[in-house]
C-alpha cells in the first residue's frame, strides 16, 4: 500500500527554478514517468516503462534520476518487498527561471519547455492521425482554436487565473468517480504576446 496523499488532499505544486531539475527532467521518458505518478498511485520500473515505451531497466535509470533532483522517491511495498515501487509527492509543477535568471538557469528553462513542445506537438499528431476512427462525441469535442487577444499584462494574468481555477475540478489526479465515459485529455494553454 502506497502512502502517497489522498486525492482529497492537495499535494504540493512544485515551482522548478533549479537549473539541474530542469535538466534532469528535459527528457521525453522522464516527463511521460512523472506525469504517470502524478495522476496515478505508486508503481513500479515495469508499470512505468509502459508508460514510456522503455525497458524496465532503462526505466529503472530514469526513475532514479527523477529520485536524484528529488522529483520522485521510492515507496512502500504493496506486500512482499520484493518489487521497487515509486511515487511522486507533488501535483504539478511549473517551470520559471525567473526574469533575472543567470544563463545557465535560461538555457536549462529552453531545455525543458522543448521536450514540452515535442511532446505535445506528438500527442497532438497521434490525435490528428487517430481521430477518424474517434465517436462523433469525440470528434466534435476534441477542439484546436486560437484567439488573438488584446490585453494588458495584469489582464492576462487575470484570464488565465481564471481559466485554470475553470479546470482545476477536472484534473486526472483530482477527480473523484469521473463519469464511466471520462477520457483522459490533454488541455494546453499558451499565452503569451505575438508582436
Known sequence: MSNAP????????????????????????RLAILEHLMTSEAATATECASICGLSPSATSYHL???AKVGLVEQ???RGDGRERLWRTRIK?????????ADPEARAAE??????????????TRQ????REQATPEW???ATFNEMILLLTAAELEELTATIVEMTRSYGKARRRDPPPDARTVSMLLRVFPTD
Do not use: K, N, T
Open 64 to 66: 532514479r534520476a527523477l
Open 75 to 77: 515507496a512502500p511495498s
Open 110 to 123: 529552453r531545455e525543458l519547455i522543448d521536450a514540452f513542445l515535442i511532446r505535445d506537438e506528438a500527442r
Open 6 to 29: 489522498p486525492r482529497d488532499e492537495e499535494p504540493p505544486r512544485l515551482h522548478i527554478r533549479d537549473p539541474g531539475v530542469m535538466r534532469a527532467l528535459a527528457h521525453q521518458a
Open 92 to 100: 504539478g509543477f511549473q517551470v520559471d527561471a525567473e526574469h533575472a
Open 127 to 130: 490525435w490528428l492521425a487517430r
Open 139 to 141: 470528434y466534435r469535442a
